[in-house]
């Protein structure tokens, strides 16, 4: 990618926001390997949004962190995916940690990023996302016309700043759906189940996991967490592997 030059502008928590030696803001989270990774995009109504951008090529995967979450929720998926032939961008969304501080405005927020994989360009794009970072990552990847070839959700709410129970009857490629058992005491499943029975496509899961881990934290912690994770990467390689055959 090109060098680009720094914005200005005041990121929603600075205790937390590094400056790459090119300017870019970043949160700590993220390694310093990555840091010539980082990127800033512009949404239409002028946030600034820290971003990293792995990888190389056209076959992307997009990651959408939940709200209360930041850049680093899905970095590590992001970095398995790299490693295997894949770009990956993720974005922080704004009013968190480098990113600008401002009220919540995911689905501009995914404009923006979706924007910029028409620049890339993207050949196909792998949409997955956690609570309502999924959610809005359904109804902004469809609205976008981004070419979709899989999809996943994990506990993310049928409705949130968008309809995804709507947005979801359009994308028929396969996709996974992961939701803890007790969740909100059981109304995330109910939610993204919802979710899942409107989607149309030939491939599905839904998958349900005991206990109450909420998005990206049914990944981590133990040994069926590390499994769930491995599920995870595996459903999203073998689905663009098999869409690439086609």
Not at 31 to 60: A, E, Q, Y
Not at 149 to 162: I, T
Request: net charge neutral; with cysteine; hydrophobic share 40%.
């Amino acid at each position: 990618m090109a060098p680009q030059s720094p914005a200005s502008y005041k990121p929603a928590d600075p205790r937390l926001t590094a400056r790459t030696a090119t300017g870019q803001l970043v949160n700590k989270c993220v390694p310093k390997r990555l840091w010539n990774s980082v990127r800033t995009l512009t949404t239409k109504d002028g946030k600034h949004l820290s971003t990293l951008i792995l990888g190389k090529g056209t076959n992307v995967v997009y990651f959408g962190h939940q709200y209360g979450g930041q850049i680093c929720n899905f970095l590590d998926l992001a970095e398995e995916m790299a490693a295997r032939g894949y770009r990956v961008i993720l974005p922080e969304f704004r009013g968190y940690v480098a990113s600008e501080a401002a009220d919540t405005s995911s689905p501009l927020d995914m404009r923006a990023a979706f924007d910029e994989l028409k620049l890339l360009p993207a050949r196909h794009v792998f949409l997955a996302g956690a609570s309502c970072g999924g959610t809005t990552a359904v109804v902004e990847g469809v609205r976008s016309g981004i070419p979709v070839v899989g999809l996943m959700l994990l506990s993310s709410p049928a409705r949130c700043d968008g309809d995804a129970v709507s947005a979801v009857k359009n994308i028929e490629q396969p996709s996974l759906f992961m939701v803890a058992h007790e969740d909100m005491q059981g109304r995330h499943e109910k939610q993204l189940r919802e979710v899942y029975e409107a989607s149309p496509a030939k491939e599905k899961q839904f998958v349900v996991v005991d206990g109450e881990a909420h998005g990206t934290l049914m990944l981590h912690g133990d040994d069926a967490a590390d499994a769930r994770r491995t599920k995870v990467i595996d459903f999203m390689a073998h689905t663009y592997v098999a869409a690439l055959r086609k």
